[in-house]
């Protein structure tokens, strides 16, 4: 997988820019050790004022902030691994959340717009996190997936106020239902105000309801802006089968978005969603895989995806290398040489080759 090389080049143009604002007619390149990665990001999520970046945003409901993010990777960092510390952090061994930058929503799409236009592809890549998830943690998360994708456009992510706990999954529930307006206003604003030419959508297990939910009610309320948006791949997503099969996909397939699935029947964290709310998951693969019209759906059940077998989307490289042929080259499933179709009465599917 390629890495973009103007990646580093744009990173210092940017962090100019946040020092000395949009209208500066100064270009210069800072120097910096280490490799860097630089997400837009917006929130709602309570700011808590401290100055350690880990903390700067908690759990709790709050009005949308915006910002930006700097991730820090080892020099020997590997695809599909996210380093992590159990005691003290090291630039050296850990991906890192170095810096929170917060901006006001002008200064925001300002510099959206700049990274934007600095890319020849002129694309976005927008990712919604899924339960579990402190800021700190989603926003390494999402770095770690720019980085191993050599994503060549510019990345940002939305966060909700998940609880950050696995004992809190009622809470982050409700949570994620209650940020879906935000969301859905704040893609509408990307699509109008950000300049890119394609918005690529992406979602984690339960940031799937949340995104398809604000995505759909979108397309049916701004139609004319359905042409903005080129992709949306929801990884393991916690939604019910019947609300997604009656209300969701409908709208998705009508919409002419590129829509991708990728689920599994070895997902431990959904057969226990399933088991809590009594319905079947999105995600999970119980016989055969959920199978709609216009939507192309991928089973990842024949990759190793760690213990739980819920974070394939970045843990596994089988899956990340599908996921860049997918979002950098925009190739359909038949195209991508990893997988091979399964035909059923339902219609099509795709499973990794073993």
């Not at 401290?50 to 993010?69: K, Q, V």
Request: hydrophobic share 40%; charged share 25%; proline share 3%.
């Amino acid at each position: 997988m390629k890495k973009s090389r103007s990646g580093a080049i744009i990173f210092c143009v940017l962090s100019l820019l946040l020092f000395n604002g949009c209208s500066s007619g100064k270009e210069a390149l800072e120097q910096f050790s280490g490799r860097r990665v630089q997400l837009f990001f917006a929130t709602d999520r309570n700011d808590t004022g401290r100055a350690e970046p880990d903390s700067r945003f908690g759990s709790e409901r709050d009005s949308l902030h915006y910002g930006t993010t700097v991730i820090s990777f080892p020099a020997d960092h590997r695809i599909g691994q996210l380093e992590s510390a159990l005691l003290a952090d090291d630039a050296l061994e850990h991906v890192l959340l170095k810096e929170v930058n917060s901006m006001s929503e002008e200064r925001f799409f300002c510099l959206l717009t700049q990274s934007v236009n600095a890319y020849d592809k002129q694309e976005l890549l927008v990712f919604v996190h899924g339960f579990n998830m402190s800021f700190a943690k989603a926003s390494r998360r999402f770095g770690q997936i720019v980085s191993d994708l050599g994503y060549r456009g510019c990345p940002v992510y939305f966060s909700w106020p998940s609880r950050g706990a696995i004992n809190r999954y009622a809470a982050d529930k409700t949570c994620v239902e209650w940020s879906t307006l935000n969301l859905e206003c704040f893609l509408e604003q990307l699509a109008v105000r950000s300049g890119s030419r394609k918005i690529i959508l992406t979602a984690h297990s339960m940031g799937g309801r949340a995104l398809t939910y604000a995505f759909s009610s979108l397309l049916q309320r701004r139609p004319d802006l359905a042409d903005r948006f080129g992709a949306l791949l929801l990884y393991a997503p916690d939604i019910d089968s019947g609300v997604f099969r009656r209300d969701i996909a409908p709208v998705l397939s009508a919409s002419g978005v590129q829509v991708t699935l990728y689920v599994s029947g070895r997902d431990r964290a959904l057969k226990v969603s399933r088991r809590l709310n009594g319905y079947e998951r999105v995600g999970y693969v119980e016989d055969r895989p959920l199978i709609e019209k216009g939507i192309e759906t991928i089973d990842v059940g024949n990759v190793k995806a760690g213990f739980s077998g819920h974070s394939y989307y970045h843990q596994s490289r089988p899956v990340l290398s599908d996921m860049f042929y997918l979002i950098n080259e925009g190739l359909p499933a038949d195209e991508r040489f990893s997988l091979e179709p399964v035909d059923t009465s339902d219609g099509r599917y795709w499973r990794f080759r073993r």
